[in-house]
């Protein structure tokens, strides 16, 4: 096949055509952020910083808290990507390491009260936030479930629904 012809990819969208792309990629952007999912993720984001600045020991903070950072950085990103692909399998891959991220933050207050080197209280205000979000989470999972089945085929046969 080739592409020669002009007139084989044409995406031009008329007036009222545009305009109900742009109605519905608002409405799509509104759900993602009003959606639980996503409010939880930023308030894990804002309650990890809060944490991350209580830790005592700069070093322990610049290393430590870096980690604690990328995890808490990399949930709402995925959580966003997740929405925007609106695809049952993409979702799902993107929850696998949604959840990754919130198990890695939830176990790290275990070691951070251990070693008692942040605020308790921001510790526990943690353990709290992952608590919340695993709730919602297990929620927005539910959802994801209930999406249309689609012709995708994951290749590496982790994500299958069940027939």
Do not use: C
Request: net charge negative.
């Amino acid at each position: 096949m080739t592409w020669d012809n002009d007139d084989d990819f044409n995406f031009e969208m008329s007036d009222e055509e545009n305009e109900e792309y742009e109605r519905e990629e608002k409405k799509k952007e509104e759900y993602r952020m009003n959606h639980p999912i996503t409010k939880q993720g930023e308030e894990v984001y804002r309650t990890v910083r809060a944490l991350v600045e209580s830790i005592s020991d700069e070093g322990a903070r610049n290393s430590y808290g870096s980690i604690l950072m990328e995890s808490a950085m990399i949930i709402p990103a995925k959580i966003a990507g997740a929405f925007g692909s609106e695809s049952w399998l993409l979702m799902m891959q993107n929850a696998a390491i949604i959840r990754s991220h919130a198990e890695y933050l939830l176990t790290a207050t275990s070691g951070m009260k251990y070693e008692e080197m942040a605020d308790l209280r921001y510790v526990q205000l943690m353990r709290e936030e992952m608590t919340r979000f695993r709730t919602v989470f297990v929620e927005w999972v539910k959802e994801i479930h209930q999406m249309e089945e689609e012709e995708y085929v994951d290749e590496w046969g982790l994500f299958i629904r069940k027939a």
